[in-house]
């Protein structure tokens, strides 16, 4: 059976750019958001999010007539649900509010012959045990009236236009027709292999993706801590290791953010509580990195002292501050009292959530008695350090991302503590040895 109309619930980080890309594919696009924000900016034809060629790509699909926005969903050959999954913070586990919202919306415009998409990342288990039962109150059956399937998105923020075409993605089946009836929806822009399998598979696949990496930047943040304790430099120690031909150990930093790596492993303890030891310990290592942040800073300087943090992001290139680890650092560090002056470019003024006030970099650095860099956003990078030199007042830098020219700052001043490197203080014992020596 051909699709040409699909409707799209969710208008977010993966919605907006998947709903034009089929547009531009030739596909007419009903993309259902229920927020006023991104309504009135997509009808303005403006992307509601930053993203590397995003406003080029919405523009494009949005004069080609093909793309619309609504608040409500109407009638289509195929739906794609692409809503957010959040955790609980209560019990972390997911808050599978906006997927069973979603599938209720769908339920009055079914139609016998109807594919149904979810693209959420959600616990394994969810299409069969809690999608398709509700989809079933339509009087339709799944796999036999309707076709279902999971075909989680893979795409890496900051890179989504070109890994939403190049990368292979799944087509999890409720059945084997219906794997194959959603890959065939794919194939209209990916240019990468659809492997077809199904449902619960797929979930536990894109799952174990993000697990994979939260475990192995737990190991880096670990062998950082460790480099620390013991007077190493990790990022050399790392350079050194992954000459191995079968290593590759990530990059260390102030913890892992961002709505899915920080949050998909809790979907796998969720599915198996007593069977998760190593990537609870994981997600515990990476959630502690900002205390350890900050731990640092307080080796630097003491509260009340105005401190620049540079990055409030998850990550470089990215607006999302989602979950974000430089955020948590930002609140910690007002908890503990110091002066704390926010700056990212990435991030639009107004944002809500954010603990200090967010300024333009002079502003955030004049008379600050340290600075930490929290994202490697290039901006960040490629400072001016002679305008820093003039503005900085306490000359202290940590670098939380090996991302700065230590050489450059240490020139104009500045003491440059890393994060990862034995420079910071070591544990009394071993001082004590040191001095007797
Ligand atoms: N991070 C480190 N060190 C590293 C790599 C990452 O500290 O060496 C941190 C980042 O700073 C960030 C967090 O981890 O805070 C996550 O960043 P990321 O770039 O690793 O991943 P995301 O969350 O932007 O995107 C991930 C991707 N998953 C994998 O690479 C397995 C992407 O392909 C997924 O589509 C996406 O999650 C998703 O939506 O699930």
């Not at 333009?360 to 350090?385: G, N, S, T, W």
């Amino acid at each position: 059976m051909s699709t040409n109309s699909i409707c799209l619930l969710g208008l977010g980080y993966i919605g907006l750019p998947t709903g034009s890309m089929f547009a531009l594919a030739g596909k007419t696009v009903i993309g259902v958001d229920p927020s006023p924000r991104v309504q009135a900016a997509l009808s303005s034809g403006v992307a509601s999010i930053d993203e590397p060629e995003l406003q080029t790509l919405v523009t494009a699909a949005i004069n080609s007539g093909r793309l619309r926005v609504q608040t409500r969903p109407e009638l289509a050959d195929a739906f794609i649900i692409a809503v957010p999954t959040p955790l609980d913070p209560t019990t972390n586990r997911a808050d599978l509010s906006f997927v069973k919202q979603a599938a209720w919306d769908i339920v009055p415009v079914l139609r016998r012959g109807n594919l149904v998409v979810l693209e959420s990342t959600v616990p394994p288990g969810t299409t069969r045990d809690v999608l398709a039962p509700i989809l079933a109150e339509s009087g339709l059956m799944p796999g036999r009236d309707i076709c279902l399937a999971h075909c989680p998105e893979r795409v890496l923020p900051g890179r989504i236009l070109v890994e939403l075409e190049q990368n292979d993605r799944l087509a999890g089946g409720f059945t084997p027709a219906c794997a194959e009836r959603a890959a065939d929806l794919y194939q209209a822009f990916v240019k990468g292999a659809i492997m077809r399998t199904d449902a619960t598979t797929a979930e536990m696949v894109k799952v174990m993706e993000n697990t994979f990496r939260d475990v192995n930047v737990a190991l880096a943040n670990e062998f950082a801590l460790i480099a620390e304790r013991i007077g190493v430099d990790v990022w050399e120690a790392i350079r050194l290791a992954n000459h191995h031909p079968r290593v590759n150990v990530l990059r260390p930093g102030p913890g892992v953010g961002g709505h899915c790596i920080a949050v998909d492993p809790w979907f796998l303890v969720e599915s198996a509580p007593e069977g998760t030891r190593l990537i609870r310990a994981a997600r515990e290592v990476n959630d502690a990195m900002p205390e350890h942040v900050v731990g640092r800073l307080a080796a630097l300087v003491s509260p009340p002292a105005p401190i620049a943090l540079l990055g409030v992001t998850y990550k470089a290139e990215v607006d999302d501050v989602r979950e974000s680890p430089a955020l948590r650092v930002a609140e910690l560090a007002v908890e503990r009292g110091y002066a704390v002056r926010l700056c990212d470019p990435h991030v639009k003024p107004g944002t809500p959530g954010l603990p200090a006030p967010l300024l333009p970099l002079e502003q955030a650095l004049r008379d600050a008695e340290a600075v930490v860099l929290l994202v490697d956003h290039r901006a960040f990078q490629e400072v001016d350090v002679d305008l820093a030199a003039a503005l900085v007042s306490g000359k202290r830098v940590l670098d939380a991302r090996n991302a700065l020219d230590r050489a450059r700052w240490q020139a104009h001043g500045f003491e440059v503590s890393l994060l990862g490197s034995g420079d910071s203080p070591r544990p009394a014992g071993r001082r004590t040895e040191r001095a007797r020596a």
